[in-house]
């Protein structure tokens, strides 16, 4: 089922950890049509109301290679297709994160400081990204998304170990939905 037959049956909603789409590997964008632009669309308004930072479209059940970010200001709401990491440095810095698949829980993680990112516009237009700080970390946080990852796969195992009670109810709350 295509992105447009989906929407006309169902209402796109936020999953939740323990919901398969959530660990598929997301596919490339081949064609930057009028569905597309209109997935990004609805990923934004998905996004402002669940008041966070950054979407991928597994988030909303579609297995696509499509992340929109809106860190608060004009110049920091955009959307990116197919991004893909091309450079990380190696200076890694820890920092809280939660998720919108995985409510209620924020813990820091490690990653890299400052990356580079490729990726295109809902035109078509391919761009990189040089950024550091807490753009870096939502991209990265994003994309892992679309390889399948969660933040908390990133965490050392006493930590996961620490969070199991709550992972199992938030997999109840994607099973009620």
């Known amino acids: 089922m295509n992105f447009q037959e989906k929407s ?4 796109l909603t936020l999953k939740y950890f323990g919901e398969n789409v959530l660990r598929e590997k997301a596919q490339e964008v081949k064609i930057i049509d009028n569905s597309i632009i ?32 809106n860190l608060g200001d004009k110049k920091n709401i955009f959307t990116i297709i ?8 190696s200076e890694l ?3 809280e994160e939660g998720c919108l ?10 990653r890299p400081a400052q990356i580079i990112v490729k990726g ?3 035109d078509g237009k391919e761009y990189n990204i040089e950024t550091d700080g807490l753009l870096a970390r939502v991209l990265q ?10 933040f908390i796969d990133r965490l050392e195992k ?19 939905n």
């Open 120 to 122: 295109q516009s809902t």
């Open 82 to 89: 197919n991004p893909k990491i091309i450079s990380l440095s």
């Open 38 to 69: 209109e997935l990004a669309e609805q990923m934004h308004k998905i996004l402002k109301k669940a008041d966070g930072v950054g979407l991928a479209a597994p988030q909303v059940g579609i297995p696509k290679r499509i992340i929109v970010i």
């Open 93 to 95: 810095l820890k920092f």
């Open 158 to 176: 006493y930590k996961r170990d620490e969070i199991r009670y709550e992972l199992k109810q938030i997999k109840k709350l994607g099973k009620a």
């Open 101 to 110: 698949s995985v409510p209620g829980i924020s813990l820091d993680v490690e």
């Open 8 to 11: 006309k049956k169902e209402k």
């Open 141 to 150: 946080h994003e994309i892992d998304h679309l390889d399948g990852i969660l």
